[in-house]
C-alpha cells in the first residue's frame, strides 16, 4: 500500500514551524494581526497552542497578506534566517548540530514534512558538486518564489554559520531577477543565475563532510528523538503531485496512464483529475515533467544517441522525443549534452 498522500485542506503543517515566525516579522514591520488572520481559519489563540497545525490553503492566504502588508523583498529571506535559528524548532536545531553538511541535509530531507512540505529534492553530482535539484511537492500558486526563498535562505544561511564560507557555492533560479542587486545582496553575494532551466543549489563536494563549527553528537542526536516524536502528530506524508511523480519515475520506460495511478493511490480517476486541478496542475503536466527530469539526468550521466533516450522514455519515435526535448529547455538534446563534460 502505497503512504498516504495529504490535501490542501489536511493539517499537516504546524503554526509554530513558520506561522509565528512569519507573523512576528510581519508585525515587527507594522502589520495588524487580525488583518493577516483574515480570510483563514487560524484564531489568535491558536497560535500559542505548541501543536497547533493548518493546512496549505491558510498557509498560502497567510503568505499573500503578510506580503500584501509588508510588502519587503526582505521578508522570505529574514524567515529563512528567523527558522533555522528558531528555539521551538527540533529539526533546525539538529541541523545546527550535525557532524556535516551531508548529515544536516540528510536529516532535514527526512524530515522535511515537518517544516518543508512543499518541496522535495533531487540529488546528484556534476563534476566537482553535489547538487540539490528544488521540485514543488504541490501547487504553491504565485508563492513558489517566495517559498523556494526561505528554504535557500535558511540553507545558505546554514552553510555560512557552520562553514564560514559560501565560497564556489552557486544557486540557479527559473524565475527572471526582479531585484539583482538586492537579491545578490541578500544571498550574501554568492554565485546567483537567473533563467535557469531549473531551481538548483551546487554545493562543492569540499563542503560536503567538512566538520560543522557547532557539532555535537549528543545535541544532534537529543533533536533528532524530538523530531521522530513529532512524527507521531505529524505523520510522513507526501502531496499528491509529488505522489504521482514518484510512481511515474519508478516505472519508466513503461508509462502509466491515469487509471493506473489513481488505483495505486486508492483514488477514482475522476477524483485524482479533480485534486491534481487543486494543485493547478493535471495529469499529462506531471508526466511531461517527469520525463524532462529524467532526460536531463540521462544526458548528464553520459553520451546516448537520442533513440536511446527517446526508448528510455517511453517515446516510440526519437523526433517526438526531440521535439518535446526542446520544448522543455529551449535546447535539442545535443547541444544540451555541450553543458556537461563527460571525461
Known amino acids: 500500500m502505497s503512504r498516504r498522500h495529504f490535501g490542501y485542506q489536511d493539517k499537516v503543517l504546524l503554526l509554530q514551524h513558520g506561522s509565528t515566525e512569519l507573523l512576528a516579522l510581519a508585525q515587527r514591520r507594522g502589520a495588524v494581526l487580525h488583518k493577516l488572520l483574515s480570510g483563514t481559519g487560524i484564531f489568535e489563540q491558536d497560535l500559542h497552542k ?185 505523520p510522513k506524508q507526501r502531496a499528491l503531485p509529488e505522489s504521482v511523480c514518484r510512481l511515474q519515475r519508478r516505472a519508466l520506460p513503461q508509462l502509466l496512464n491515469q487509471e493506473q495511478i489513481a488505483a495505486a493511490l486508492g483514488l477514482s480517476s475522476s477524483s485524482l483529475k479533480r485534486q491534481l486541478s487543486q494543485h493547478q496542475t493535471n495529469f499529462a503536466s506531471l508526466l511531461d515533467e517527469v520525463r524532462r527530469d529524467a532526460a536531463r539526468q540521462l544526458l548528464r550521466q553520459g553520451n546516448y544517441s537520442n533513440r536511446q533516450l527517446a526508448l528510455k522514455l517511453g517515446y516510440s519515435d526519437e523526433h517526438n522525443f526531440r521535439r518535446a526535448f526542446k520544448r522543455w529547455t529551449g535546447l535539442i538534446p545535443s547541444s544540451f549534452k555541450g553543458l556537461f563534460n563527460f571525461n
Not at 498560502?60 to 524567515?79: G, K
Request: proline share 4%.
Open 50 to 234: 505548541p501543536l497547533g497545525r493548518l493546512h496549505h490553503t491558510d498557509w498560502l492566504t497567510l503568505l499573500q497578506n503578510c506580503r500584501q502588508q509588508v510588502q519587503s523583498p526582505e521578508l522570505p529571506y529574514l524567515l529563512g534566517s528567523a527558522l533555522l535559528n528558531s528555539r521551538y524548532i527540533s529539526l533546525c536545531q539538529s541541523l545546527q548540530y550535525a557532524k556535516n553538511l551531508r548529515q544536516a541535509l540528510a536529516q532535514l530531507y527526512y524530515f522535511r514534512h515537518q517544516l518543508f512540505p512543499c518541496f522535495y529534492i533531487r540529488l546528484y553530482q556534476q563534476q566537482h558538486c553535489i547538487v540539490l535539484e528544488f521540485k514543488p511537492a504541490l501547487g504553491l500558486a504565485n508563492q513558489q518564489a517566495f517559498m523556494l526563498t526561505v528554504l535557500c535562505s535558511l540553507l545558505l544561511g546554514l552553510i555560512k554559520q557552520q562553514l564560514g564560507t559560501l565560497s564556489g557555492v552557486s544557486l540557479q533560479l527559473q524565475q527572471s531577477a526582479e531585484s539583482p542587486a538586492l537579491q545578490q545582496q541578500l544571498f550574501g553575494g554568492l554565485n546567483l543565475s537567473f533563467n535557469q532551466v531549473a531551481n538548483s543549489l551546487s554545493i562543492p563536494l569540499a563542503l560536503w563532510q567538512q566538520e560543522f563549527n557547532h557539532a555535537n553528537a549528543a545535541e544532534f542526536n537529543a533533536a533528532r528523538r524530538t523530531c521522530r516524536q513529532l512524527n507521531h502528530v505529524l
